[in-house]
């Protein structure tokens, strides 16, 4: 699985970014999905999980009620809507897939065998 994201950006406390992930290569609706974050001079830290048919998600406490992780498989899309957006939220955002046989969700970043490039999010005060 190859992994594309985008939709980083700018953006003022309070205000809100929805982050994209493309996936090409195997089938991507058979891998659990997750983002991550790493702000600098930090560990690259669990955001959110989704299980292959959007029916589950697990989120990180800094972000629950904030942010949404969702999916198309139709699209081989995976989403991450971003609200209230604060200036801890400054990080670059990863995207990663576990392998294909794999159906449980993990936090934890060395279960997941494939990754995005990141996309840069920044939010201002």
């Known amino acids: 699985v190859q992994l594309q994201a985008s939709g980083g950006g700018l953006v003022q406390a309070g205000g809100s970014l929805r982050l994209s992930c493309a996936a090409s290569g195997r089938t991507y609706s058979s891998n659990v999905m997750a983002w991550f974050r790493q702000a600098p001079g930090k560990e690259r830290e669990f955001v959110a999980s989704?299980?292959?048919?959007?029916?589950?998600?697990y989120y990180a406490d800094s972000v629950k009620g904030r942010f949404t992780i969702s999916r198309d498989n139709a699209k081989n899309t995976l989403y991450l809507e971003m609200s209230s957006l604060k200036p801890e939220d400054t990080a670059v955002y990863y995207c990663a897939a576990r392998g294909r046989a794999i159906t449980v969700a993990s936090m934890h970043r060395s279960a997941y065998a494939y990754w995005g490039q990141g996309t840069q999010v920044t939010v201002s005060s």
């Open positions: 989704i299980n292959r048919n959007g029916g589950t998600t």
